[in-house]
């Protein structure tokens, strides 16, 4: 919902006339935060920090989708 709704957001922006260039997504990789360390997620692909193993989450399919279609989910 996090990335629904800034894409949304993004969306309404263009609609009303904002010049809006791209959208960059803050975190493609789980990653270390520095206020909590490793204990929050925030990647749209998990990683797996024992093996390394990265699996797209709902929202790398998701966003893979928005990004075809070019369109606001």
Do not use: Q
């Not at 309404?12 to 997620?41: A, H, M, Q, T």
């Not at 990683?47 to 369109?71: C, G, Q």
């Amino acid at each position: 919902m996090y990335l629904r709704n800034h894409i949304a957001n993004v969306h309404r922006g263009v609609v009303e006339g904002y010049p809006i260039k791209g959208y960059f997504l803050w975190s493609l990789l789980d990653n270390f935060e520095w206020c909590d360390g490793y204990s929050k997620r925030f990647g749209i692909h998990y990683v797996d920090f024992k093996t390394e193993k990265r699996t797209p989450k709902l929202s790398a399919k998701w966003y893979r989708e928005v990004i075809a279609r070019n369109v606001a989910g």
